[in-house]
Each structure stands twice: as C-alpha cells, then as structure tokens.
C-alpha cells in the first residue's frame, strides 16, 4: 500500500496499492465499501465536502503522478508528476486548466497552503478562467528531485521562492500560513519561514532513511521514513513520540483524524494507533 487518507469526519478511509486497485473503507473496523482496480492508480485524494477519489484514469492525467491536493471544496485540485509540471484540473470537466509550474526534474510532493499576508504571490499574467475556484491567496509548495523547494503563487503562477537542501526533496506540508516543512532523502527535515527561506530555522534528523510523509499535527507535526520509523513531533518540535521503530519496511504514508494516526507500509497493511492507548 503507497498512499492513504482518512475522510475530514474520520469515517472513510481510502488506499491504492501497487497492485492497481483503489479501496475506500470504514475507518472504524476496516470494512471495505468500495473496491475499484485502475492502471497504475499511483496516488489519490479525498474530500468530505466533494467525496471524490482521484486516479489517473479518472481525470486523464500524465504519466508518473506522484501526489495530488484539493483546493477548498475540490472543484479543482492539484497533481505532480514525474515530467516536472504541476497542474490544475477541473473535476467537473475532467480538463486541465494550466500548468502551475514547469521544472527541469520530477516533482516528487506537494502541497497547498493559504499564504500569509505579507507574502508577494504575483499578478497573473491573465484572468483565471471560470471554471478556477479558490485559487487566491495560495502558495504551492513543490517538493523536487533536484533538492530544490520551490512555493508558486497559486493563481500568478509566479515563484514565490526556491530554497535548495541537502538532497531530493520527497513530501513537503504547512505548519501555517508562515511555516512550512519538506523532508529529504538523506533524512533531513527542514523547518522554513516562507517569507524568508534564504536559511531554516531548523534541521531535524533522526536518521539518514529517506522522509517519506509529514503531516501537520495539533501542535507539531508527523513524520515518516524509508526505514519503518513513523514519529510525532509536539511542543515547539521539542518533544518526539515513536510510533513505530526501524524495521526497514518503509512508512509510506501517514494520516490522522483526532487521536487516531493511520500509516501504509509495502506488507499491504493499514495500521491504526490509538494515542490515548499509548
């Protein structure tokens, strides 16, 4: 299993698998509602306010999607991929409505963000078509191979900054409108202010296994890797909870829904943590 998510109301979850199907399940007991197989399915999206399920047969993306983002209600949403674009589609036609950025390398993550007021996103060069909803005021954070993190104005698509790290840039996510985080393959984890990413505020590394996901959580945020560890970070990123240790079977995604954390591994299992039993 290569991706996951749990529903804003923590009643579905949904998963695919490199075996080409897709499931959206009960997030209580693990029931499967909805079992469907699709051409390499590589990664989806869910929405409670527009249930939908994105795969690449559905909306005739490119080859190689590598994560995808809703934007508000999910008219529209986002996708990366391999060739180096980032785009946006229209669910309801099934149509692209540009390209947001164009890199010389893949883009590996991504991930959507309300930017904070101070922040230059640009002018767009044209008026956003109709059909482009809740596109003002975001930054697009590009998490790319070439070690590079770049934010794009949203609706401009101007580049807000490029920041350069260590190595490949693999998941990227916001604390707030003014902090961000993206994780490397060499195991860094890098804390930024968007509205100056000339250094980080802070390098965090645990291991040198790859960073598979992060996710924002409460007061911190969660954390995967290459080598099976999944771990939450608290109180001003002082304070760290294992939730798995290094088994070497990487922890490709992870999601949450109040006290309970959800992680896919490559032995095809969702597993589930209950932090009030920990």
Known sequence: ITCLDISSGGGLGVSTSTDGTMKIWQAANGEIRVRASSFDVVCYALSICLPCCLSERGLCFGAGILDT??????????????????RLWDCG??????????????????????????????TP????????VGTEGKILLLAREDKKLQGVGLQSRQPVFLFVGSDAFNCCTFLSSTYILAGAQDGNIY???????NAPIQIIHRSGAPVLSLLPYRDGFIASQGDGTCFIVQQDLDYVLDL????CDPVYKVAS??????????????????????
């Open 69 to 86: 983002a809703i934007v508000d209600r999910g008219r529209n949403v986002l996708s990366c991929s391999r060739d180096g674009t980032a």
């Open 191 to 197: 804390q930024l202010d968007v509205r100056n990413t």
């Open 244 to 247: 798995t240790e290094a088994d």
């Open 93 to 122: 036609k099934s149509a692209c409505l540009g390209v947001i950025a164009d890199c010389s390398s893949p883009v590996n993550g991504i991930a959507l963000g309300t930017a904070d007021s101070s922040l230059n996103l640009g």
């Open 257 to 278: 829904w109040e006290k309970q954390i959800y992680t896919c591994c490559r032995d095809g299992i969702v597993r589930r943590y209950q932090l009030s039993d920990l």
């Open 125 to 132: 060069e044209k008026a956003p078509s109709e059909r482009e």
